[in-house]
Nanobody
Framework: VQLQASGGGLVQAGGSLRLSCAAS????????MGWFRQAPGLEREFVAA????????HYADSVKGRLTISRDNAKNTVYLQISTLKPEDTAAYYC??????????????WGQGTLVTVSS
């Protein structure tokens, strides 16, 4: 499975952004999809995940209420809508695919990061 993330950029605080991640190769609508982020000097952290059906979602406590994960299985694409951006959201955002429930995702494949920079 290959994952191609896009949609990052420079945004002012308070703005919004939608990241996309297109999957190709041996994809499956049954795979759980997720987003992680890594800020400079910090470890990669979990942000959000969605199960294959799209009905079950799980978010990190730090982003609940501001981020929405969704997927379009017909397009093999997962999205991450980020609203009310804060400077601390500045990070490289990585999409991932794997198995398991959304709240206990086991990552099998990583995409490359897309950089989100939030100016104050």
């Amino acid at each position: 499975v290959q994952l191609q993330a896009s949609g990052g950029g420079l945004v002012q605080a308070g703005g919004s952004l939608r990241l996309s991640c297109a999957a190709s190769g041996r994809t499956s609508p049954g795979y759980t999809m997720g987003w992680f982020r890594q800020a400079p000097g910090l470890e990669r952290e979990f942000v959000a995940a969605i199960d294959g059906s799209g009905r079950r979602k799980h978010y990190a406590d730090s982003v609940k209420g501001r981020l929405t994960i969704s997927r379009d299985n017909a397009k093999n694409t997962v999205y991450l809508q980020i609203s009310t951006l804060k400077p601390e959201d500045t990070a490289a955002y990585y999409c991932a695919a794997g198995r398991g429930a959304a709240q206990a995702m086991s990552v099998h494949w990583w995409g490359q990061g897309t950089l989100v920079t939030v100016s104050s």
